[in-house]
């Protein structure tokens, strides 16, 4: 009798365990590196917005096709020579692990928690993806966003320098800032944050094995002027009850109706997951939007790792809504090849009724899986 009640208890224990290592397929924890950069700024000749209506005309003038403003606005470039605190988090896989980390970077609108949509047993979350493959993730919030660094929001939260806080926060990491060796590291990005991978393949040909561009195509820039046309701009303490942000340099989507506008594919998102996220979004500057495309407007010439490109085929902001549009024949998604010509191998992956916020989207987890055996491959 005693003996079949702590047979019973061993069982209940037993099942507790099973249970407990099928719901924690992570092991994620938040990391706080220095990013260390030197290097020069573009010189924007602009001052920040002193009202709501000023960031209007901004934006009105920013997305004119033929104003050329961004051009325009810049006169040269100064020296920047900073530290910037920068806010992530790793998550490793709890089994076998294959020794590749990704090293993902966010896009415009979003902060890290992009990267964990709908939390962790969610199937939007794509770290629990990589992570149930065997893959390592380390996820940050980019320069001016959540807990990492919000310094002057024109003469350095610039595009440019973000290529060169991630390309420091690599060199940290493959030095052992995270305490774990890697055999492979791999650099994916989301919109901005693909932009933010390509200029660092482009001037640090080494720093990654292979990148993932999601929600990145080339070809066409008439969706980036509709889509940020559509933006709501509104100054970031504003449209935000904790933005703490520095200055009305900073300013984010207005609403969701915008936020839908450039960002998603109806009805093919989660509401419950989209709200969230839309909730807690990442700020933009006036410094970003003006250098926005400068690190992928020249070739990664000397970049020879393997180059994936994910983009939903209704990806507002680089595909004016339509990824089958063709340049030559070329798809546009294939027309970021160009940008690789020394690549091992370039491949797109087009998921369908999905807008450019892809991980946002039903088709989630078929795209995470294709994502996850192209890095197996
Ligand atoms: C920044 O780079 C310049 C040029 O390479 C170099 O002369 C200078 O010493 C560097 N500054 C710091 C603080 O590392």
Excluded at 66 to 90: A, E, M, Q, R
């Amino acid at each position: 009798m005693a003996s079949n009640m702590a047979w019973g208890r061993l069982i209940l224990i037993l099942q507790f365990l099973l249970l407990s290592a099928s719901t924690a397929a992570q092991n994620c924890r938040s990391v706080t590196l220095t990013a260390s950069i030197n290097t020069t700024a573009a010189t924007i000749n602009t001052t920040p917005p002193a009202t709501q209506e000023a960031l209007t005309d901004f934006l009105q003038q920013t997305t004119s096709p033929t104003l050329n403003f961004p051009t325009v606005l810049i006169t040269g470039s100064t020296p920047l020579v900073k530290k910037y605190s920068i806010s992530g988090k790793l998550c490793l896989p709890t089994g076998k692990s294959t020794g590749t980390l990704l090293f993902a970077t966010h896009g415009l609108s979003f902060d890290h928690t992009y990267w964990e949509a709908g939390g962790p047993s969610s199937k939007f979350n794509f770290a629990a993806s990589a992570n149930a493959a065997g893959n390592a993730i380390f996820y940050y919030d980019r320069l001016g966003i959540g807990a990492s660094a919000k310094p002057d929001g024109i003469k350095e939260v610039q595009s440019p320098v973000q290529v060169e806080v991630a390309h420091s926060l690599v060199t940290s990491i493959r030095a052992g800032a995270l305490h774990q060796a890697f055999s492979k590291i791999i650099g994916v990005g989301h919109a901005l944050g693909s932009v933010t991978t390509v200029g660092i393949a482009a001037k640090y040909p080494t720093d990654f094995d292979d990148i993932i561009l999601t929600g990145f195509a080339g070809g066409d820039n008439v969706g980036i002027l509709i889509s940020l046309g559509a933006f709501g701009a509104t100054i970031a303490s504003q449209a935000l009850k904790n933005a703490n942000t520095p200055s009305n340099s900073y300013f984010a989507v207005g609403s969701f109706i915008d936020f839908q506008q450039g960002f998603l594919k109806y009805p093919f998102f989660d509401a419950a997951t989209t709200n969230t996220i839309f909730n807690t979004r990442g700020t933009v500057t006036i410094g970003e939007l003006t250098t926005l495309a400068i690190p992928a407007s020249a070739p990664a010439t000397d970049f020879t790792g393997r180059v994936l490109v994910v983009t939903g085929n209704n990806d507002h902001f680089f595909c004016a809504g339509n990824c089958a549009e063709t340049v030559n024949g070329v798809t546009l998604p294939n027309v970021a090849a160009g940008l690789f010509p020394a690549a091992s191998d370039f491949k797109s992956i087009v998921p369908l009724n999905t807008g450019h916020a892809i991980n946002l989207h039903q088709s989630a987890p078929a795209t995470f899986a294709a994502i996850q055996s192209w890095i197996a491959a």
